[in-house]
């Protein structure tokens, strides 16, 4: 069902009403919507803990968790409760005036992150670049590289974000083509190798830029003891070691950041997606004040980074992530997904990776892309999205239960047969 929506002077548009069905919905979006994006046919409407809702009625696990933004499931309560509480007070005051919630935030987060300093954004991609500007002024300003000549290590096979800067290092086509001239000044190498590193590595070289495990790329995990060795390295070669931890952060993996699982602390932490709870953007970079006190008034700003409602939920965040509990479930409940995707390899899983919460899944290429398992996946009502070709990943809300995780592993074990 759906009415026509007509404004003097204005094109007739089409609104959907309560009940309108899914294909309405996706046809209005096909119609309106820039197709940057290739959702799978499920309109959701409503949502709680690790379930969604759709705009007929029927609920879905989510197994993708807004690909790790909603670590604390849908509508967590101390969250919900924050947002609410902050909404009626104050929302915007921009970075010309103090709000009352942004230093009691930044400064719950350095401690999480056992750092001096936050600069506060709002995307992901936002804080990669304020992190690729922290570098490069601390290469200027600190190091003594001389200007314009600074270079970042970044690795093969990484996922940053879409902005200009970022996507000229990205190998991906689909991301990287056509949106030339693109920013120079960036090495790739292999990830995982720290030979190439090491010999990449200039007095021009100011931060190596990696994800302690790429999500996007697949849930890829790095050799044993890549981490330290890079740490080792860096500190060695006086560059910054800068640990993208927008997906893999925040309790996913097991610990409150994935760097943890080798006792990594890198220079400068990149923080996003579940640092906003699912309800706001919220991003950050976290750093020793050696490095970010690099900034100077007027040398860098968003006009909402760190706003009071960002701030709030942000520090409501923090508040769950401080109790361990949440990183202690990725750990528990990691291991109960992680032994019954092992079972499926050999019957049509050709590879599992596995770290907290969080998988990644390769089928047998002859028998299935991951775009048609989460078609399957989604008509036994769980949601997971593929990623590239044959591979799906997994990333669940952390408040998931052991039966939903049995549950889950049913409907895959299903899709195979
Ligand atoms: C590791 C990593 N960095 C950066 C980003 C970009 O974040 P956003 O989409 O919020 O800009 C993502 C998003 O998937 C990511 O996984």
């Known amino acids: 069902m759906s009415d026509t929506a007509a404004r003097p002077g204005a094109r007739e548009r089409t609104v959907p009403t309560p009940g309108t069905p899914t294909h309405e919905h996706v046809s209005l979006a096909e119609e309106w919507v820039a197709s940057n994006y290739h959702p799978l046919p499920v309109v959701l409407s409503h949502a709680e803990g690790a379930w969604v809702t759709d705009v007929e009625g029927r609920r879905y696990l989510d197994m993708l968790a807004g690909y790790s933004a909603l670590n604390f499931g849908h509508l967590h309560p101390v969250l919900v409760e924050a947002?609410?509480?902050?909404?009626e007070r104050l929302t915007l005051t921009s970075r010309a005036f103090h709000s009352d919630r942004l230093g009691p935030f930044?400064?719950?987060?350095?401690r999480l992150a056992d750092k001096d300093l936050v600069l506060p954004m709002n995307t992901g991609a936002e804080a990669v670049e304020t992190a690729i500007k922290t570098v490069r002024r601390w290469g200027y300003e600190v190091k003594g590289v001389p200007d314009g000549q600074?270079?970042?290590?970044?690795?093969?096979?990484?996922?940053?974000?879409?902005?200009?800067?970022?996507?000229?290092?990205?190998?991906?086509?689909?991301?990287?083509d056509h949106y030339g001239p693109y920013t120079p000044g960036f090495d790739t190498v292999p990830f995982g190798d720290i030979e190439a590193l090491d010999a990449v590595i200039t007095d021009d070289t100011v931060a190596v830029l990696l994800e302690p495990i790429q999500g996007e790329?697949?849930?890829i995990l790095p050799p044993d003891g890549w981490l330290r060795d890079v740490r080792e390295l860096t500190r060695r070669r006086n560059v910054l070691m800068v640990?993208?931890?927008?997906?893999?952060?925040?309790?996913?993996?097991?610990?409150?950041?994935?760097?943890?699982?080798?006792?990594?602390v890198p220079d400068v932490y990149v923080l996003g997606k579940a640092l906003g709870g699912g309800i706001v953007p919220v991003s950050a970079v976290v750093a020793n004040r050696d490095v970010l006190g690099v900034f100077t008034p007027g040398s860098h700003g968003s006009t909402f980074g760190g706003n009071p409602l960002a701030a709030a939920v942000g520090q409501a965040v923090v508040g769950l992530l401080a109790t361990g509990e949440f990183q202690q479930r990725a750990r528990r409940l990691g291991a109960l997904l992680e032994s019954g995707l092992r079972e499926l390899v050999g019957?049509?899983?050709?590879?599992?990776?596995?770290?907290?919460?969080w998988a990644g899944v390769d089928f047998d290429p002859q028998l299935l892309t991951g775009r048609e398992a989460s078609h399957r996946l989604l008509e036994r009502g769980v949601l997971v999205k593929d990623t590239h070709g044959s591979t799906v990943r997994i990333a669940p809300p952390l408040v998931i239960g052991e039966m939903e995780i049995q549950l889950f592993l049913d409907a895959f074990a299903a899709i195979l047969r």
């Open 150 to 176: 600074a270079r970042i290590v970044v690795m093969a096979g990484n996922f940053h974000g879409r902005t200009t800067t970022i996507i000229s290092f990205s190998d991906d086509p689909v991301a990287h």
């Open 347 to 357: 019957h049509g899983v050709v590879a599992v990776r596995c770290r907290g919460l």
């Open 243 to 264: 640990a993208d931890e927008i997906q893999s952060g925040l309790g996913r993996t097991g610990t409150t950041f994935a760097c943890d699982v080798e006792g990594v």
């Open 217 to 219: 790329g697949g849930v």
């Open 106 to 110: 930044c400064r719950d987060l350095a």
């Open 83 to 87: 947002a609410r509480d902050q909404l």
